[in-house]
């Protein structure tokens, strides 16, 4: 190690739930010592117990608790935390945190506050990547904030770039303050509505014009960089399957991809990393339309929720490299090695028949699926209590296979068997799509589940008695059985997996 860098020893991790999780066995596995916080709705949050110690934010809001960077970093002090992991979504893109962290002596576990900020401004990272030589989608920059003015310029700019268009927010992410225009009529609305989701979320209500690529597929590409100069990919994910933006249903390797277009889409990301002297583990996404040309969407400076499927084929713990590039370390990956197909979906609590409405409710059964090729990453655990406070994702379920068509029926077998009683989730959404034509012969697209349920995603119940569902499950519950025969208006009914039928059947 050169001369004022250290080793990091104890890090604190400045977030929560599953992410909070997985970060806190990184450092266990790692022989780095861990600190949490936890707000008090938090208290019996199962990433406490992951932590050698855990810090108590004051407050009762997340702006008091997980998003108050002076108490973290103060948190971290009193701990004799040397370094701070920001995770994913809070403050892990905000570079003013990022910076204040370094100021205060201690390491972040994460790109530089410029890396963080060039990227974080979408019309900023549009500008870089022009000059980097990576392609951008046809768009407009908006910089006008005076709202007359905003809107002549965003008018002018869809006349330039042509309809369909997409309206999205310069700062933040996650689908906020993003617009579909289809024809000039919806241009006035459109812009205004994004721009007021943008200011609230993000305190910037600007906008840019781009043009809409239709049944394009989303791709995004994997990079590492360490302080020792070196910046690879580890190959691409797809996430093409989306619901208002939010990506559902993951995996990787793309189904669409070539050795040529994999080669030329990764070199177009380190581009991308390269070109804000980027350090750490980050995301470039793209869009790959159907001629095998790619745009730019956006670079992630941080872990991304999907990580685990990049993982699976590769075989490197991207949040092991991050500790050990923030230590000053080289990353230990030689080169790309992609085996097997893996695939990731959401578990939410959620009812994905009601407009997707967040759930809340007890979880009395959460029963994951076993099993080789499944993997798990969660923050919760039977007896847990589903609450309004935050984002309702319960949990990620992975899947490993030697073959995508394997991996797709391995992921069917596991939603069929994960068990979850006391609140609505969307296992019932999530098992339908595996047997989507399109997903199952890859041939995935952003606007997907869109055109699927035009008037929204109705569940279909079988042909079994709610009455058969409900005894089993009782049955199963009471005796622990996973097999049962029980008496129902139609006569015994024997039903092998029984949690399998309230789940599937009445989600």
Not at 313 to 331: K, N
Not at 391 to 402: E, Q, T
Request: hydrophobic share 40%; aromatic share 6%.
């Amino acid at each position: 190690m050169s001369e004022g860098e250290k080793m990091i020893q104890r890090v604190l991790v400045a977030n929560r739930g599953e992410i909070a999780c997985r970060i806190l066995r990184a450092c266990r596995e790692a022989g780095l010592s861990s600190v949490a916080i936890y707000a008090e709705n938090d208290r019996e949050g199962m990433f406490r117990e992951l932590a050698d110690q855990s810090v108590l934010l004051e407050g009762d809001t997340i702006a008091e608790t997980y998003l108050n960077g002076a108490a973290i970093i103060q948190a971290a002090k009193d701990t004799g935390a040397d370094s701070i992991h920001p995770g994913f979504g809070f403050l892990s893109e905000r570079a003013e945190f990022a910076q204040a962290v370094m100021d205060a002596g201690l390491i972040w576990i994460g790109p530089s506050p410029q890396a963080i900020e060039q990227m974080g401004d979408k019309m900023s990272a549009r500008q870089i990547m022009k000059a980097a030589g990576v392609p951008v989608i046809p768009g407009v920059e908006i910089e006008e904030e005076d709202e007359s003015l905003a809107m002549e310029a965003i008018r002018n700019a869809a006349k330039e770039t042509g309809y369909p268009l997409l309206l999205k927010a310069t700062a933040g992410g996650g689908g906020k303050g993003m617009r579909v225009v289809n024809v000039p009529e919806e241009l006035e609305n459109g812009a205004q509505s994004a721009r007021r989701e943008a200011l609230a979320a993000f305190g910037d209500g600007r906008v840019y014009v781009e043009k809409l690529l239709m049944k394009s597929k989303h791709v995004e590409v994997q990079v590492l960089a360490d302080t020792q100069g070196r910046c690879i990919h580890l190959g691409e994910r797809e996430c093409s399957v989306q619901r208002r933006h939010q990506k559902v249903f993951e995996e990787a390797p793309c189904s669409a991809m070539t050795p040529s277009l994999r080669e030329r889409m990764g070199q177009a990301a380190v581009a991308a990393a390269q070109a804000v002297d980027y350090v750490g583990a980050g995301t470039v996404e793209f869009l790959l339309a159907e001629d095998e040309s790619f745009y730019f969407l956006e670079m992630n400076t941080r872990i991304q929720v999907e990580h685990p499927v990049t993982e699976m084929v590769t075989g490197v713990d991207l949040v092991r490299e991050q500790l050990r590039i923030a230590s000053g370390e080289p990353m230990s990956v030689d080169e790309l090695n992609i085996r097997g197909h893996s695939i990731e979906v959401r578990l939410y609590a959620e009812d994905a028949t009601n407009n997707f409405l967040p759930a809340i409710g007890p979880l009395a059964v959460f029963r994951p699926p076993t099993g080789p090729g499944i993997r798990l990453d969660t923050g919760v655990r039977e007896g847990d209590e589903v609450t309004p406070h935050y984002d309702p994702m319960l949990a990620k379920l992975i899947v490993f296979a030697p073959t995508r068509g394997e991996a797709l029926q391995r992921m069917r077998r596991a939603l069929d068997e994960f068990v979850v009683l006391g609140t609505t989730t969307n296992i019932g959404f999530l098992r339908d799509l595996c047997d989507v034509p399109e997903v199952i012969s890859g041939d995935t697209y952003t606007s997907m589940i869109d055109d699927l349920y035009p008037n929204g995603y109705q569940f279909t119940p079988r042909t079994e008695d709610l009455d058969v569902a409900l005894m089993t499950a009782a049955v199963a519950e009471t005796t622990g059985m996973h097999r049962t025969t029980v008496a129902s208006s139609q006569g015994s009914v024997g039903i092998a997996s029984p949690f399998q039928t309230l789940n599937r059947r009445y989600p």
